[in-house]
């Protein structure tokens, strides 16, 4: 005898297809809509590229031994200009580098840090090498331009940030790296003074 069909099982799996189906379908609209929201405020605001430089550098206690090995300050004067009238920034701690010739001479950092809309904001920055250790060709020509009395460095910037839009907030972090070169400075006994330096901006 054959078992009849029921009518309530032939109508479960279409049912739940369905309602799967438009749960799917809801939730890309939903992260459509937000994405294209986030794209349009961002295309509005038009934010501007950040701007840093180097105000000023001077070296303190310099001494090269006979072994190559290096010892310094170097005092620095960073300044970090955001141009947007409606983006502030959040950053992230800053690491940064001094170098000679692509050598690392020195290493410090910067607290994470807020900066307003319209804002400039300076770090005096204390930096030192602690019986750096270089190579023989490295140690040459800085020898050579200690004679001369000034010396070209390279100062780069590392660092992670966050823009704010009135509530809105970015929840990634982006990547920025600054690059400020060349650097033409003069030890402390010279008379000539530090030209303000321009940096490169990459996201």
Known sequence: MATPN????????????????????????????????????????????LAYSIDDVAIHNYYLSNAN??????????????????????????DIIVLYDDETISRGTIDAFYQPKINTTR???????????LPDRIARDLKVERTLGRVELRVKLKTRIRFKLGMWKSRQYDHMKVSCAPLMVHFSSSSKGFQRTMCDVDF
Request: glycine fraction near 2%; proline fraction near 5%.
């Open 69 to 94: 090995h290096l010892n310094a300050t170097y005092n620095l004067t960073l300044s970090a200009y955001n141009p947007n009238k409606k983006v502030s920034i959040y950053y992230d701690k800053v």
């Open 123 to 133: 770090f005096k920055l204390n930096l030192a090498s602690h019986d750096v250790s």
């Open 6 to 49: 029921n009518p309530t099982q032939n109508l479960v799996r279409p049912t739940g297809f369905k309602l799967v189906r438009l749960i799917v379908i809801v939730l890309l609209a939903l992260i459509i809509f937000v994405g294209l929201t986030v794209l349009i405020i961002w295309l509005t605001i038009k934010p501007k590229k």
